[in-house]
């Protein structure tokens, strides 16, 4: 009996996070309502204080979960061996800014550059990770490419371009982001000599 509701508190958690993911990714945390996450879930509004202890908490995890699969999906699309290269970075950047991660990150954004506390902890704490990830694919597609900037430096002009990008195309409409992407791997590419996919 005990193993039932274990599971069964498992897969409202679960539910709760789903729902919530969704509701963040449509349109930013204040979407994510504990009341418009509880009736999305199918489950009582109570079960959102009992597994997550508040709306904060919950979409701390949401945003949690968010960075942990855009780490899977830079882990999945990167080459481990064989030739790195700036153009796998950019895609597998692209990949995960149009997935429902991606836009958790571009909805959140606002709300943690505006204000304080554990929302922009956990975005900030999810961003050295994945800018690690980064800086250390970076690191060894340049080390033998005199010239160029910093490893760090390239990591936060890809994420810095990936981030304006996104927002412009979300803005208006007007900007094509893959073909902005594209290039910015023919930059790259000029700038490096080497190395291009």
């Not at 202890?53 to 999945?76: C, H, M, Q």
Request: glycine share 10%; aromatic share 6%.
């Amino acid at each position: 009996m005990t193993g039932r509701r274990e599971e069964s508190a498992r897969e409202s958690r679960r539910r709760l996070l789903r729902a919530a993911t969704d509701l963040v990714a449509e349109a930013g945390p204040r979407a994510a309502s504990v009341q418009a996450v509880a009736d999305r879930a199918g489950i009582s509004r109570g079960s959102v204080a009992w597994h997550f202890g508040s709306k904060d908490g919950l979409i701390v995890e949401v945003i949690e979960l968010a960075f942990r699969t855009a780490e899977e999906e830079y882990g999945r699309r990167l080459p481990h061996s064989g030739p790195l290269t700036f153009d796998a970075l950019v895609d597998a950047h692209l990949a995960v800014v149009d997935a429902p991660c991606g836009r958790v990150f571009a909805t959140v954004l606002p709300e943690v550059l505006r204000d304080e506390g554990p929302l922009r902890d956990a975005y900030i704490e999810g961003y050295e990770r994945t800018r690690q990830v980064w800086i250390g694919y970076l690191e060894r597609i340049i080390q033998d490419t005199p010239g160029l900037p910093d490893a760090k430096s390239l990591a936060s002009i890809v994420f810095g371009t990936g981030i304006g990008l996104h927002t412009l195309h979300n803005l208006d409409g007007l900007v094509d982001r893959e073909a902005a992407f594209a290039a910015l791997k023919q930059l790259f590419g000029v700038a490096a000599g080497v190395r291009r996919g």
